[in-house]
């Protein structure tokens, strides 16, 4: 019902994800399409922390898609070696940004295959 | 000076000083010969900023075209161009060099904003950047049309397009082989995909960057995705949606 394909675009490099809301499902959903044997970079810009929400229910359900993507990009980085990159946007959001991943993405953090970027956009 | 050395010389030197307008124009006034290469830096970004008064400057200044420094400008900015009438359109059309232009075409005191008079001014330009509130269709994909040489396009509005009941799809457009730039609120962006997925010569854009606002303009990007998936290769994605979408195919 809610599939967001990219496996027409066959000559895809280069993929940024920004997201303003907590809902990281639409981003899945178009990982597991891309077809492009050329992917060669993955980057996400998170939203604030203040925009994850605090009831129980919805978090679970926010909580299950992060971990949904979090075990993607692994899955990314053990076939085709691809590390992704997560972009801030202040210079001192980086140290809050790296406390925030370990809890969104955390097989990621602990594998050290992530890296933190300054957003050029 | 000037004379004792050689051509080539004199314009490394020059080259040097591009981030330096004082120092460029203290050189323009040293003598004839330096001119040419200074206006060349002096001139290379030119902003017609609250325009009416900024063209009347450079007309009092270059009287004639043919022989202004309007062929040294590169980059072009035009902010509001209702201050644009015909009386300047052979000035326009003296930045015949320009490769990219852009232009914010806000509304204020319900004077008409036109950008007929930029149509077909610009033959060399590359990128062109249009920044508005409410225009036709017919005038700003008029103006795209009328640049055979356009690779990117950014467009950023925060109202509704202007259908026009007398549309037709041109005949021609350019090949839009580089970056396609979509910010826009409203229903913009679905207007100007539309109209974008009409244009004869089809699109090649390599790069696309795009805000969505509503799950409509995730399925106008991926109708854009889907006319540029040979050759797209990046795309950048802003999402201000909570939901997810149905089913959309490239």
Known sequence: ?121 | MSHSLPPEVLDLIVNHLRGEPATLKSCCIVSKSWIHRTREHLFAHVNFFAAHRRIEMWVEAFPDPTNSPAHHTRTLSIHYPQAIESVYADTICSFSSVVRLDVIAGQWDEETVSLVPLHGSFPALRSLHLTFVSLPDSEIFGLVCSLPLLEDLKFCSFGLGQRDRRWTAPSTSPKLTGSLNLNMEAEGFQFIARRLLDLPNGLHFTTIVVTWFSEQDAISTMDLVSRCSDTVQSLDIANSLSGTFHSVSV
């Open chain 1, 1 to 121: 019902m809610t599939e967001f394909d990219l496996s027409g675009a066959t000559k895809l490099r280069d993929v940024v994800f920004r997201s303003t809301r907590a809902n990281v499902k639409w981003i899945n959903e178009a990982l597991h399409t891309i077809k492009s044997g050329n992917l060669q970079r993955i980057s996400l810009e998170l939203p604030r922390r203040s925009h994850f929400p605090i009831g129980d229910v919805i978090w679970e359900k926010v909580h299950r898609e992060w971990a949904d993507l979090d075990h993607l990009l692994v899955q990314f980085w053990a076939s085709r070696s691809l590390r992704p990159k997560v972009m801030y946007g202040l210079r001192n959001q980086e140290e809050e940004l790296r406390d925030h991943l370990a809890g969104l993405l955390p097989e990621l953090t602990r594998r050290g295959i992530i890296d933190l970027v300054q957003s050029p956009r």
